[in-house]
């Protein structure tokens, strides 16, 4: 397998072209590369499908790309440091990619889970140049690991999706996402399904068609 700062899984376009879109997958807290690689074979055909392993080990056999807390004062809460220091490595590791695999660094879609559709969502809003797509689900906006700059964004399309049972990743935080979108003129499409933490089959297939239309 080809050496990336980051350990990950790759599938290849089913047809080969020259500078393939990328759909870069980012799991969630305790899970690794394999979850959201088994959609894989599922997604468009044309594109380079990488998914790639958070750094930080956690019992008893997960990764998490930031710590996650739980005391009497605060509640949970997470660490926005590292959260930060994650979105930079991905933001970095994009350009790795696009120089290891040549993919077509004008059509990045960046596919998170979790606590991976929160850096996604980071990630997107704070360096925009590097992302086309985002299908961020089961994940809130954390305005503290989001640096704004003077890039526009309105090239960005976001596919948002949440359970409103979703007892984890509690569905009031993402209630915020649209309005937040909206004022900074992204792009995006806001889907609820009565489930929990998780995809449904109607969700994939949701997100399937919204993707496929996009590259």
Known sequence: MVSLSLEHRVRHPKTPTEQPPLILLLHGYGSNEDDLFSFADSLPENAMVI???????????????????????????SDDQQAIQARDRIASLIDEIVE??????????????????????????????????????????????IEEKESSYDHLDFYCSHGTMDQVVLFEWAKQIPDYLKSKGVQFVFETFPIGHGVSPKNFY??????????
């Open 100 to 145: 290891t695999y040549q993919v077509n660094a004008q059509n990045i879609t960046l596919m998170g889970f979790s606590q991976g559709a929160i850096l996604s969502y980071g990630i997107a809003l704070t360096y925009p140049e590097k992302v086309k797509n985002v299908i961020a689900m089961s994940g809130y906006v954390n305005e503290n690991i």
């Open 206 to 215: 949701s997100l399937s068609g919204w993707l496929s239309n996009r590259l």
């Open 51 to 77: 998914s790639i392993r958070a750094p930080y080990a956690i019992q008893p056999a997960g990764y998490a790309w930031y710590s996650i807390y739980f005391d009497e004062v605060r509640g949970k809460w």
